[in-house]
């Protein structure tokens, strides 16, 4: 039996497992990882600027390819607390990625040694599994349980700990034999299926609203086929976006009560009859007041997470399977029914979505200057074609993008849906264009969330990650600001100063263009809303000869508030902003307006 250091064999299971790629920041307790990663060879390593990031960057490589997980790594002690919002994050949106992390040896645990924390305990609660290792001959089984883990069910994050002196122990391990567990995902019966249909046969005005899952589960295609095959018009959610694409005849926008359009929730609100695939009901889509969301409608919810299924409101018949087995199984029956006769025709439900779509619009043309927000998403439809992926995390910037932006692909809306941590932009768009770098990528960031992890652009700069970076600047907390005002208040959100080294920027504080390129990336500044097209062209040409990100700087309005409900409530959204009256309103649209 071969004999190498239980760090040699971790890194051996991990190319067998799929990993070609791993993120992290070297230390201490650490480097005997670091040493057979290169010793070993075969994966590639990029070096992030924070471990936060590091944790992202293994999002961003997830999320952006099927199949993918993500690897970070880290030393003992504050390496592991860092990479923690990256574990809370993936856990939240069923990502895979797996944290590795140094620790102190093993005799010293227990004695509050440098750097040493139970970062096991601390994990437990945003992982599937987090372990410190103790014995280094567990250390095969601990890696192949954690890829088990990370892939049957619900996906999500494992985290291993590595003492030091485990890591340094020799064992017997023969790279040859290993062999991945077998994955377990819940599949739907005939009989669940059947019945599931059944309801979809009774229902005049049916909608399905497709969540993550699908893309979690790769199964997009089947989705559109099996809602072109019964004629049914789709809600994604905001994790589900890209299933089917926007501008398909039964692509139905999105709902909610932030992240949605006036005609998703118009036409939710005329359903009858709700196929929930993938999705776990998420507050922001639903709202807080579940009656206005249920009330007159049946629900069937199917979810590959069976503890998923009643959480948060009981639907009528509940199904425990991954999307694609059960889509498999929706379709069979549907194409069995249409050669009987038996599916229902509702084309007219599906043209009255497609009604909505084209009269139900929020307006995106203004000249104003400082720009209004909704310009430039105007202007990014523009620019960035069907095959963009776009990148982003929280804040007005994301809520704004999801009502005015177009998607037309599975994984591409790449967005941190549940936790939204402000800095998850950069780290995550480096990891998604690390992971497919034909792909074109555009991230999306608030001057706050672009500020919170700024420096993860030296890490695309040393690495030649190229992408562009669009940064809408309102030297606000505008999501915030916005929040406080049912309170009463402007507290604390405001970011403006005048910079004594840039005057030309006014109240608007943080030069972003000279900090950007100070970290070896490239950016321009825009103040004109008619030179955001050009920007925008000329940010995807430098992007390509330098092999860097690029950042376009818009400079906005101070205060906009952007739609969405007071009071939680996906029947109650305000419209702060004028609306689309005339086609040359919103000229981006995907349908045309109709008046």
């Given at each position: 039996?071969?004999?190498?250091?239980?760090a040699?064999?971790?890194?051996?299971?991990?190319?067998i497992?799929g990993?070609?790629?791993?993120?992290?920041?070297?230390?201490?307790?650490?480097?005997?990882?670091?040493r057979?990663l290169?010793?070993?060879?075969?994966?590639?390593?990029?070096?992030?600027?924070?471990v936060?990031?590091?944790?992202h960057?293994?999002?961003?490589?997830?999320?952006?390819?099927?199949?993918?997980?993500?690897?970070?790594?880290?030393?003992?002690?504050?390496?592991?607390?860092d990479m923690?919002?990256?574990?809370?994050?993936a856990?939240?949106?069923?990502?895979?990625?797996?944290?590795?992390?140094?620790?102190?040896?093993?005799?010293?645990?227990h004695?509050?040694?440098?750097q040493?924390?139970?970062?096991?305990?601390?994990?437990?609660p945003?992982?599937?599994?987090?372990?410190?290792?103790?014995?280094?001959?567990?250390?095969?089984?601990?890696?192949?349980?954690?890829?088990?883990?990370?892939?049957?069910?619900?996906p999500?994050?494992?985290?291993?700990d590595?003492?030091?002196?485990?890591?340094l122990?020799?064992?017997?391990?023969?790279?040859?034999?290993?062999?991945?567990?077998p994955v377990?995902?819940?599949?739907?019966?005939?009989?669940?299926?059947?019945?599931?249909?059944?309801?979809?046969?009774?229902?005049?005005?049916?909608?399905i609203?497709?969540?993550?899952?699908?893309?979690?589960?790769?199964?997009?295609?089947?989705?559109?086929e099996?809602?072109?095959?019964?004629?049914?018009?789709?809600?994604?959610t905001?994790?589900?976006?890209?299933?089917?694409?926007?501008?398909?005849?039964?692509?139905?926008?999105m709902?909610?009560?932030?992240?949605?359009?006036?005609?998703?929730?118009?036409?939710?609100?005329?359903?009858?009859?709700?196929?929930?695939?993938?999705?776990?009901?998420?507050?922001?889509h639903?709202g807080?007041?579940?009656?206005?969301?249920?009330k007159?409608?049946?629900?069937?919810h199917?979810d590959?997470?069976?503890?998923?299924?009643?959480?948060?409101?009981?639907?009528?018949?509940?199904?425990?399977?991954?999307?694609?087995?059960?889509?498999?199984?929706?379709?069979?029956?549907?194409?069995?029914?249409?050669?009987?006769?038996?599916?229902?025709?509702?084309?007219a439900?599906?043209?009255?979505?497609?009604?909505?779509?084209?009269?139900?619009?929020?307006?995106?043309?203004?000249?104003?200057?400082?720009?209004?927000?909704?310009?430039?998403?105007?202007?990014?439809?523009?620019?960035?074609?069907?095959?963009?992926?776009y990148?982003?995390?929280?804040g007005?910037?994301?809520?704004?993008?999801?009502?005015?932006?177009?998607?037309?692909?599975?994984?591409n809306?790449?967005?941190?849906?549940q936790a939204?941590p402000?800095?998850?932009?950069?780290?995550?768009?480096?990891?998604a264009?690390?992971a497919?770098?034909?792909?074109?990528?555009?991230?999306?960031?608030g001057?706050?969330d672009?500020?919170?992890?700024?420096?993860e652009?030296?890490?695309?700069?040393?690495?030649?990650?190229?992408?562009?970076?669009?940064?809408?600047?309102?030297?606000?907390?505008?999501?915030?600001?916005?929040?406080?005002?049912?309170?009463?208040?402007?507290?604390?959100?405001?970011?403006?100063?005048?910079?004594?080294?840039?005057?030309?920027?006014?109240?608007?504080?943080?030069?972003?263009?000279?900090?950007?390129?100070?970290?070896?990336?490239?950016?321009?500044?825009?103040t004109?809303?008619?030179?955001?097209g050009?920007?925008?062209?000329?940010?995807?040409?430098?992007?390509?000869?330098?092999?860097?990100?690029?950042?376009?700087?818009?400079?906005?309005?101070?205060?906009?508030?952007?739609?969405m409900?007071?009071?939680?409530?996906?029947?109650?959204?305000?419209?702060?902003?004028?609306?689309?009256?005339?086609?040359?309103?919103?000229?981006?649209?995907i349908?045309?307006?109709?008046?």
């Amino acid at each position: 039996m071969p004999r190498m250091t239980a760090a040699a064999a971790a890194v051996e299971i991990l190319k067998i497992e799929g990993v070609s790629q791993a993120f992290g920041v070297p230390g201490a307790a650490i480097n005997p990882f670091y040493r057979e990663l290169k010793n070993v060879g075969g994966i590639g390593h990029t070096l992030a600027r924070h471990v936060e990031g590091a944790s992202h960057m293994a999002e961003g490589y997830t999320r952006a390819k099927a199949g993918n997980i993500g690897v970070c790594v880290g030393t003992s002690g504050p390496a592991g607390t860092d990479m923690i919002t990256g574990l809370y994050s993936a856990i939240a949106d069923s990502i895979p990625i797996l944290c590795i992390t140094g620790q102190a040896p093993v005799s010293k645990l227990h004695k509050e040694d440098f750097q040493a924390v139970d970062i096991a305990s601390i994990a437990g609660p945003v992982t599937k599994k987090a372990t410190t290792v103790l014995e280094a001959a567990q250390v095969p089984g601990v890696f192949q349980e954690a890829f088990h883990l990370m892939r049957s069910g619900r996906p999500g994050p494992v985290l291993i700990d590595l003492p030091i002196d485990v890591q340094l122990t020799e064992i017997e391990f023969d790279p040859e034999t290993y062999a991945p567990l077998p994955v377990y995902k819940p599949r739907a019966t005939r009989a669940q299926a059947a019945k599931a249909l059944g309801f979809l046969l009774e229902s005049q005005r049916p909608l399905i609203v497709a969540g993550g899952g699908i893309i979690n589960a790769d199964a997009s295609d089947l989705l559109v086929e099996f809602a072109e095959l019964v004629g049914v018009p789709v809600i994604s959610t905001l994790m589900g976006w890209g299933t089917i694409p926007d501008d398909h005849e039964l692509a139905a926008g999105m709902v909610g009560v932030q992240t949605a359009h006036r005609y998703g929730n118009a036409t939710f609100l005329e359903s009858d009859f709700v196929f929930g695939i993938g999705n776990r009901w998420a507050n922001r889509h639903t709202g807080y007041n579940l009656d206005a969301y249920t009330k007159g409608r049946t629900f069937v919810h199917v979810d590959i997470e069976p503890t998923q299924l009643g959480k948060i409101f009981a639907p009528d018949f509940g199904i425990a399977s991954d999307a694609k087995a059960a889509l498999e199984l929706f379709i069979e029956i549907a194409k069995e029914l249409k050669v009987e006769g038996k599916l229902p025709d509702f084309s007219a439900w599906a043209a009255s979505a497609q009604e909505r779509k084209g009269s139900l619009q929020r307006r995106t043309h203004f000249d104003d200057i400082p720009l209004k927000p909704q310009r430039v998403y105007e202007e990014m439809n523009k620019a960035f074609g069907p095959e963009t992926r776009y990148v982003t995390t929280i804040g007005l910037s994301q809520i704004a993008a999801a009502q005015f932006l177009h998607v037309y692909r599975p994984r591409n809306w790449i967005n941190c849906g549940q936790a939204g941590p402000l800095g998850w932009t950069i780290p995550a768009a480096i990891g998604a264009a690390t992971a497919e770098p034909e792909t074109p990528i555009v991230a999306l960031s608030g001057d706050y969330d672009f500020q919170f992890m700024i420096e993860e652009l030296a890490v695309a700069a040393q690495h030649k990650v190229p992408y562009v970076h669009v940064l809408v600047n309102n030297a606000y907390l505008g999501l915030i600001r916005q929040a406080q005002g049912g309170l009463g208040i402007n507290f604390e959100v405001n970011l403006e100063f005048e910079n004594i080294n840039t005057p030309e920027l006014g109240v608007y504080g943080v030069d972003h263009v000279k900090v950007a390129e100070g970290l070896g990336v490239k950016a321009i500044r825009v103040t004109d809303p008619d030179k955001l097209g050009e920007a925008f062209e000329e940010a995807k040409k430098l992007a390509q000869e330098f092999q860097v990100p690029v950042v376009v700087e818009a400079i906005l309005e101070r205060i906009t508030n952007i739609a969405m409900s007071k009071t939680v409530d996906m029947s109650d959204v305000t419209e702060f902003e004028e609306l689309a009256t005339e086609p040359g309103h919103a000229p981006t649209a995907i349908r045309p307006l109709t008046v």
